[in-house]
């Protein structure tokens, strides 16, 4: 009997796993075993997990917490009272901002495939696993399901309260200035805080109205936070320059003290909590160390890690600022934090 041949490259190709990125594919039982067109268990947890890559699931939390934050402060500020019609409209601004955000992140992969193709080959579409018409069809639909939910949240008895539609409407504008445009200008931190200063103003539209300054005040802050962080990660795929993270370490500090000055007289004074101040310091501290380390060694590992924590930081800067507001009870906004860092240790925040 003549030797066997050893197997071709081909055949070695199709027998082993292949990489892509840090993710390891098995891969799946042959067409002999499934029809071509069946996605198998592997295959669609694959698939899965690519979609909860693209849209950034762990920080979508981020995004909750700021409604979280507006609606409350509403609700305490105004007495509306926790109804059934509230805790739905509650409820739809929610899952507006949740789509919308992801929304957001689905449309930035679309616009960078060409740079992830160089600095990010491993993300979901430069890596093939999802295509770019199917990335282009999911962040058409998150947008349009989360102006439909912003309407639903502002329907009421007998009239509509436009100011959610009409927020929601800006931050589907920004969101696209900002991914097709402005992201590679100087402006480009300045959209995604004002993405962010829409999202508290949609929690506040609970109330229905925006008509009062400490609303802006309170969405400024968040806004303003997230310009330094934007500003911080712009170049976090390459070596960064210490001069630019430390001005966006400025901008960051400088919501916070921003925060500082929300005035006690906007609220009755038996909400606010005497721990605030004290909160926000030792939030400040919390920041810094990585930020410094960042800063000392500007290198993509260490600039990266402090620009997750910095993201998952803005749980901890809306449940600060609620206890500025509804008092200590605003804490329990941290517990969206668990879902964040949970997701956090197998999908990437930036």
């Known amino acids: 009997m003549p030797p066997r041949a050893p197997p071709s490259n081909a055949s070695m190709l199709f027998s082993r796993p292949y990489e ?17 067109n ?3 268990p592997h295959a669609s947890r694959v698939t899965l997990l690519a979609f909860a890559q693209l849209v950034r699931l762990p920080n979508v939390f981020t995004a909750l917490a700021d409604v979280c934050l507006g609606a409350w402060a509403a609700q305490v500020h105004f007495g509306i009272p926790l109804s059934l019609r509230w805790w739905f409209s509650f409820a739809s601004l929610l899952v507006a901002s949740a789509c919308l955000y992801s929304s957001g992140m689905v449309w930035n992969d679309f ?3 060409e740079q992830d193709r160089r600095e990010r080959p491993f993300r ?8 770019l018409r199917a990335a282009s069809a999911l962040g058409a639909s998150l947008m349009i399901a989360g102006f439909g939910f912003a309407f639903l949240a502002a329907m009421r008895e007998d009239s509509i309260a436009w100011a959610g539609p009409a927020i929601a409407g800006l931050i589907v504008l920004a969101i696209f200035l900002y991914d097709g445009w402005l992201k590679r200008t100087w402006a480009g931190p300045i959209a995604m805080g004002f993405c962010r200063f829409c999202n508290v103003l ?7 109205s925006l008509h009062q300054r400490w609303q802006f005040h309170l969405a400024g802050v968040v806004g303003i936070y997230i310009v330094g962080v934007t500003w911080f990660a712009r170049t976090e795929a390459v070596t960064s320059r210490k001069s630019t993270l430390l001005a966006a370490a400025g901008v960051m500090f400088g919501s916070l003290f921003l925060a500082l000055a929300i005035p006690p007289a906007w609220f009755p004074s038996n909400t606010a ?14 920041l ?7 800063i000392q060694r500007p290198k993509p590992a260490l600039v990266q890690a402090a620009v997750k924590r910095c993201i998952i930081g803005l749980v901890v ?3 600060i600022l609620a206890t500025a507001l509804v008092g200590s009870q605003g804490l329990f906004i941290l517990l969206l934090l668990f879902p964040a860092m949970y997701l956090g240790r197998w999908l990437y925040s930036t």
């Not at 840090?22 to 071509?36: K, Y």
């Not at 909590?273 to 919390?286: C, D, I, K, M, R």
């Open 273 to 286: 909590s005497p721990l605030f101040p004290y909160l926000l310091t030792a939030f400040g501290f919390w």
């Open 288 to 294: 810094a160390i990585p930020l410094h380390n960042a």
């Open 124 to 131: 979901p579409i430069p890596s093939g696993r999802i295509s």
């Open 20 to 36: 892509r990125g840090a993710m390891t594919v098995e891969r799946g039982p042959s067409s002999i075993d499934h029809p071509p």
């Open 317 to 319: 800067l809306d449940a």
């Open 202 to 208: 949609l929690g506040l539209c609970a109330a229905g």
């Open 111 to 113: 616009f960078d495939l």
């Open 38 to 40: 069946r996605l198998t």
